[in-house]
């Protein structure tokens, strides 16, 4: 049985006798284990659960110091461990992995990071970049969690590692972004280099490179920059209605629920950072949907 799967199954409470065992032999049982039981110590439920999952991924990854491991399916007591490192807007976590610092933007924030080397990345809402200071001038890495833009100052090959790919350049401008099922990146100045399931990809400045699924698309752009960081918008093209109220819910920390609505159709669009109402309306009236406010927290799209 894959490891991945075995992760999984444990943090569902599926493993039969078999699958426990093998579970138990991984060498990463004892880290799992115990991360499981300090959870339970915490009850704070303030934050973005989908984000503080990755975040969650990605440490135990860097202790590991190994390749990030598939997207898990989470539980709740797990992901209350990572309410031990949120502290404001940006979070750091140098004292206690060494010389390693994590920055996170909150939901409905963005924030802007300035690098060892003058680089500088601005994270989108609910996203996350994680460093290595000490050994930056040789090592210019940094794993990516959400959606960013990087502008990056020319030097040593830098390296932006997702869970879906990886991006490497000398010195450009271009916008990653990664959730679950999703994966695209866009050169806006220079060339990347887009590695993904082994193949390696480059994309000169107006390129897009887009994984939805299993399916790649690859298409063009006529920005300079990103929309959500230059407009204010946030800016679909052919993309699955599910992700445009994810990122919805992400720029106005609001959940919506969806009922008789085909998440998997396509949408092409954008719809203001700024503006709820307006944004509302902008991803509800091509659809011929409408929506209901059933408080401050949450909305309800329907048909029409």
């Known amino acids: 049985m894959q490891k991945e799967i075995l992760i999984q199954k444990w943090l569902d409470g599926e493993l039969d006798d078999a699958g426990l065992k093998a579970f138990k032999a991984l060498p990463e049982y004892e880290s799992y284990t115990k991360l499981s039981e300090k959870a339970k110590l915490f009850e704070d439920t303030s934050y973005d659960v989908d984000f503080e999952y990755g975040k969650l ?16 399916n989470w539980i709740k007591p797990l992901l209350r461990v990572a309410a031990i490192f949120i502290i404001g807007l940006a979070v750091y976590y140098a004292p206690l992995y060494g010389n390693t610092t994590t920055v996170k933007a ?9 690098l ?22 040789n090592n210019r890495e940094v794993n990516l969690v959400g959606e ?9 090959q830098f390296d932006v590692v997702t869970w879906l790919g990886k991006v490497s350049v000398l010195g450009t401008q ?3 972004k990664q959730r679950v099922n999703y994966f695209e990146v866009t050169c806006y100045e220079g060339l990347v280099s887009v590695s993904f399931k082994g193949k390696e990809i480059k994309l000169p ?40 109220i994810k990122e919805f819910e992400r720029q106005y920390n609001i959940k919506v629920e969806t009922k008789d609505v085909d998440t998997t159709q ?29 408080n401050k927290t949450k909305i309800v799209l329907t048909k029409e």
């Open 57 to 72: 991924n990605a440490i135990i990854n860097e202790r590991r110091q190994e390749t990030p491991v598939k997207t898990l």
């Open 106 to 114: 909150l939901a409905s924030n963005h924030t802007t990071v300035e």
């Open 116 to 137: 060892p080397d003058n680089s500088s990345v601005k994270l989108n809402a609910s996203s996350s970049i994680q460093y290595k200071k000490g050994n930056w001038k």
């Open 148 to 156: 960013a833009y990087f502008k990056v100052a020319k030097g040593s």
């Open 174 to 176: 271009f916008n990653v």
């Open 205 to 244: 400045a107006g390129k897009t490179f887009k994984v939805i699924g299993n399916e790649i698309v690859e298409s063009e752009t006529k920005d300079s920059l990103p929309s959500w960081t230059g407009k204010k918008m946030s800016s679909f093209k052919s993309v699955p209605y599910g992700e445009v």
């Open 266 to 294: 396509l949408f092409t669009g954008s719809f203001a950072l700024n503006d709820k109402e307006l944004a509302l309306k902008a991803i509800t009236l091509p659809l011929q949907l409408k929506y209901i406010k059933e």
